[in-house]
C-alpha cells in the first residue's frame, strides 16, 4: 500500500469518526436543550371512532349525528348546558337576551369581537343569514323556527325576533339542529352551498375548522388560531373522526388506544372496559326513552282497562337490569330523565301481575284469551330482548302476544293506515330536536289531522289546549309552563296512551388520559374538543 | 373500409338501446318498491307543510310518465338528480367516490394483466408438467374464491399475525392527521407523488396492496386460463412448427409469433372484468373500508336513496357497454373476421 493511499485511508476515517462524534454531541445537547420537545406532556391531536357516517355538512340541513362535528366548527347564539337543569340557557354566541312580556318579541346582544373562519367579522347581518337560510330552505329541522315571522337587524350587535305565536326562541336558538351560524359569505344559491359544504368546506366561528373531509369515512378537523375564546392553556390542535361501523372494530380501537372516545357499545362489552385502567366508561342521560305506543282505536286496546293491565304486566325491572345493565332506568312518563319537564314523583306503572289481572278481570277479559300484536324494527336488538321479555309475561296471563319484526318503513306504514287494522303496540325510540317538553308531547299525543307520529292514535282537546298552552308560556313563563306540562303527562299516563319503558343513557368510552371531558346530554354525543386536553 | 364504417354505426346504436333499456327498467323498478322519498329528503321529523314542499320539490306530484320524460331529459344534461340524503347532485357524489374505486381496480388490473400473461405463457409451455397443475390450481382458484373470504383471510395474515400491513382505509390516522395529503386527482397514489409527499406515498401503497391483491385473483386466473389455453392451441399451428423446423430462435417464437396471437383474447376478457369491478367491488371495498364507488352504492340501496342507486346503475353501465364497444371496435379494426359475420 502506497503511503499517499495509506493518508487518504486515515484520514478518511479521522473525518468519519470526528463527524460521528459531532452528531452525537449534537444529539446530546439538542436532547438537553429541548427536553419538552421530545417528551411532551400534553397529546396535540384526539381520535374519535363513531359509530356512523355523515349524511351532509350544511349547518342548515344536518338533522341525523352531524352535531358531532358541527358543534366544533359552528356555534349557536345560546348553549343549553345539561348538567345545570334550574338554569340550562347560558351565552354562547350572544351575550344577553329579553323578551317582551307577551313573549312575540326577542331580542339577542350579540358577542363582540369574534370572527368567522373565512375572516368575516360575526354580527347581526350574519345571524339573520343564517337563520333565514335554514328557514328558506325548509329541510331538516328547519321547523323550529316556524314561530319566526321576521328578523329584524337592530345594529351590528343587536338582532331582534318577531314572532307570529310565542315561543321559547332562547331554548330554539340553542339547538343542536338548524341553529348554527355561518357567515354570509357562502356560494349565494342554496344548492350550490350545499354543495361547498358537502366538500368539506365550512363557515363558522368555533373552536375548530374544518382540515380535510373524505365523505363516509373521515374528517380532520385543526385549531382555530383566532378562536375567540383564544388557546392560552392546555388544548388539542387536530381531531380526527372516523366512522367505525362495527361495534368490535370500535371496542378494538379503544382498548389498543388507537380511539381516544367512542359511543354506542353493546352493553355486554362495558364489564370488560370498566376494569380496563386505560379507559373510562361514561354513562351520560340522553333525552332519548323506548316507548311502547298503544292504539286507543282497535280492540282490545281501546278500553282503557286493558291498556292499564298491559302497562302493569311489563316488566320494567328486568329490562333495565338483564338488558340494558343499568345503563337506563324505568321511564315515568313520556318525558326522560334529567330533561326540563321531567318530574321523578309522577305516578306511574309497575311490574305488578295482580293488578294486571284485575284490570283484565274488570275489562271483561278474567281469563285473558286475546292476541297483542306488536310490531320493531328489524335489527334493533334491543326491541327485539324486550319484546321476547314481555311476552313471556304476557303469556302468564294468557295473553299471547304476536311479535312482528318489520322495516321502519313497513312499521310505519301499518301504523299510518287504518287504526283499526294497526298493530296495537309499536316499539320505537323518541327524542327532542331542541330541549323541550313540548317536542315530546306534541309529537306523541297531540290531534292530528294525517297520523305522523301519534300512533296512539289519541284525540284529546283538553290535553291538546294544556301543552299548547305550556308551550306559548314556556319563554316568558316557564314555572306555570311546567305546570301544565306535568298535568298533560299525568293525563296521558291515566289514558295509558304507551307503555313508557326506560330513559336511555348514552354510553361513551374515552381514554383515560382525556381531562375535562364534560359530557352534555343536549348535544348528542359531542364531544367539545375545545375543552378538554389529553396526556400523552 | 365501408364495412367496417356500418359495423361500427350498428354496435353504438346498439349500445344506445341497451342503455336506455336500462334506465328505464331501473327507474321503473325503484318507483315501483314501496318507499317515501318525500319523507328521506325532509327527515323523519318535519312538519306536515315540509313534506308537501319536497313532494313538489321532487317533482312526485306529477304522473309517473312525466317524472320518467324529466328524468331522460335531465340525462342530457347531465343531471342525475339529487340525493335524497345528503341534498348534493348525485354526478357530483359519483365522481367524488370513483376516484377511489379506480386506484384499486386500475392497479389490480395491472397486476393481473402481467402475473396473467406469465402464468399462463409459462403454463402452456410446460404443459402437462407440474408446474402446469400447479398454475391451473391458482387460476381455478382465482375464479372461483369469493373475493370477501379472501379478503378476510388476508387481512388476517398480513394484519393479524404477521402485522406487516395495515388493515383497512386509503391512508393511516397519522398521514391523515399530520401530513395530510393535498386532493388534486383523487388518485392518493398520484396526490401524495404530485405533492412530492414521499413518506404519504408509501403509506398510500402500503394500504392498496392489500385490497388491489384480492381485487386481482378474479382477472389473474381468468388472463392465465385464457392465455394457456389459446398458447396451448396456437403451439399446435402449422406456422409454428414451421418456424422451429426453420430454426428460429425458441424465444422468438414463442413471445413473438406466438403469445401475440394469443393475447388478444385474454385482453377482451380483462377488459370487461375492468368495467365490471367499477361497481362490482363492492365486497371489498367494504371489508377493507374503501372510500370507493361499491360501498357508495351500498349506503345508497340501505337509505333506499333511489336518485342515487339510479345514478350508480347508469354509471356502471355506460362504463360496461363503453368498454364493451371500444373492444369490439378494436376487435374489428385488427381482425376482420368479426365484421363480416
Known sequence: ?536 | MASFKSYLVKRIILALIVLYFVVTITFILSHVVPSDPAELYVGPKATKEQRERAVIELGLDKPLYIQYLNYIFGLFKGDLGVSLRAHTPVLHDILAYLPATLEIVIIANIIALFVGILFGTFSALKKDHLEDHLIRFVSVGGVSIPSFWFALLMQLIFFGVLGILPLDGRVSTETQLFNPIKVITGFYTLDALLNLNFPAFIDCLRHLILPAFVLATYPIGLVTRMVRSMMVEVLNENYIRFAKANGFKENLIYYKYALRNALTPALMALGLSFAYSITGAFLVEVIFSWPGLGTYTVNAILENDYPSILGVTIVGTTFYVGVNLLLDIFQAYIDPRVRLK
Not at chain 1, 446530546?28 to 363513531?50: E, G, R
Not at chain 1, 375567540?228 to 388506544?257: C, F, M, S
Open chain 1, 1 to 536: 500500500m502506497s503511503y499517499r493511499l495509506f493518508y487518504k485511508k486515515a484520514l478518511s476515517r479521522k473525518v468519519g469518526l470526528v463527524g460521528i462524534a459531532v452528531i452525537i454531541i449534537a444529539i446530546v445537547l439538542a436532547t438537553m436543550l429541548f427536553p419538552q420537545q421530545s417528551q411532551p406532556k400534553v397529546k396535540s391531536s384526539v381520535v374519535y371512532a363513531y359509530v356512523s357516517d355523515f349524511p351532509t355538512l350544511d349547518p342548515s340541513i344536518a338533522f341525523e349525528d352531524e352535531q358531532v362535528i358541527l358543534a366544533n366548527v359552528y356555534e349557536t347564539l345560546v348553549f343549553y348546558n345539561s348538567s345545570n337543569p334550574s338554569s340550562p340557557l347560558v351565552p354562547w354566541l350572544a351575550t344577553s337576551w329579553s323578551y317582551s312580556p307577551d313573549g312575540l318579541v326577542w331580542t339577542f346582544s350579540l358577542r363582540k369581537g369574534v370572527i368567522f373562519h373565512d375572516g368575516t367579522p360575526f354580527n347581526a347581518e350574519a345571524v339573520k343569514f343564517s337563520i333565514e337560510r335554514t328557514k328558506r330552505m325548509g329541510l331538516g329541522a328547519a321547523y323550529i323556527w316556524d314561530p319566526v315571522k321576521e328578523i329584524q337587524v337592530v345594529d351590528d350587535y343587536t338582532v331582534k325576533f318577531i314572532l307570529q305565536y310565542p315561543a321559547p326562541l332562547a331554548q330554539i336558538a340553542s339547538s343542536q339542529y338548524g341553529a348554527w351560524i355561518f357567515s354570509p359569505k357562502i356560494p349565494s344559491n342554496d344548492t350550490d352551498a350545499t354543495e361547498w359544504f358537502n366538500q368539506g368546506k365550512d363557515a363558522g366561528t368555533g373552536a375548530f375548522t374544518i382540515e380535510s373531509y373524505e365523505a363516509g369515512f373521515q374528517i380532520v378537523l385543526k385549531k382555530f388560531d383566532k378562536y375567540w375564546k383564544g388557546w392560552n392553556g392546555n388544548h388539542i390542535e387536530k381531531v380526527l373522526i372516523k366512522t367505525v361501523r362495527d361495534p368490535t372494530a370500535r371496542l378494538q380501537a379503544i382498548k389498543a388506544g388507537e380511539a381516544d372516545f367512542t359511543v354506542d357499545l353493546p352493553v355486554d362489552y362495558l364489564p370488560e372496559l370498566k376494569n380496563n385502567p386505560n379507559v373510562k366508561v361514561l354513562a351520560i342521560p340522553s333525552y332519548r326513552n323506548l316507548l311502547g305506543m298503544i292504539n286507543t282505536k282497535r280492540s282490545p286496546t281501546d278500553n282503557v282497562l286493558v291498556r292499564q293491565a298491559l302497562a302493569y304486566a311489563f316488566p320494567y325491572d328486568a329490562v333495565v337490569k338483564s338488558v340494558m345493565q343499568n345503563y337506563a332506568v324505568q321511564s315515568v312518563g313520556p318525558i326522560p330523565q334529567g330533561m326540563l319537564g321531567y318530574f321523578e314523583d309522577m305516578e306511574h306503572y309497575n311490574y305488578n301481575l295482580t293488578k294486571a289481572k284485575e284490570l283484565l278481570a274488570k275489562a271483561g277479559y278474567p281469563n285473558g284469551g286475546f292476541t297483542i300484536i306488536l310490531t320493531y324494527t328489524s335489527g334493533d336488538q334491543l326491541e327485539k330482548q324486550v319484546a321476547e321479555l314481555y311476552k313471556a309475561e304476557l303469556e302468564k296471563l294468557n295473553i299471547n302476544l304476536d311479535i312482528r319484526e318489520m322495516t321502519t318503513k313497513a312499521k310505519y306504514s301499518m301504523a299510518r293506515g287504518d287504526p283499526a287494522q294497526a298493530q296495537h303496540i309499536l316499539l320505537f325510540y323518541w327524542w327532542p330536536t331542541y330541549v323541550t317538553p313540548y317536542d315530546f308531547l306534541y309529537s306523541l299525543f297531540h290531534s292530528e289531522e294525517k297520523v305522523i307520529f301519534n300512533f296512539a292514535y289519541y284525540y284529546n282537546s283538553t290535553y291538546d289546549d294544556l301543552i299548547d298552552t305550556a308551550s306559548k308560556l314556556e319563554g316568558t313563563d316557564l314555572n306555570k309552563a311546567l305546570e301544565l306540562y306535568r298535568k298533560a303527562q299525568e293525563q296521558v299516563i291515566r289514558d295509558c296512551t304507551a307503555l313508557f319503558i326506560i330513559d336511555m343513557d348514552t354510553i361513551m368510552v374515552i381514554n383515560s388520559k382525556v381531562h375535562n371531558f364534560k359530557p352534555n346530554s343536549a348535544y348528542t354525543e359531542v364531544v367539545f374538543f375545545y375543552d378538554i386536553w389529553v396526556e400523552a
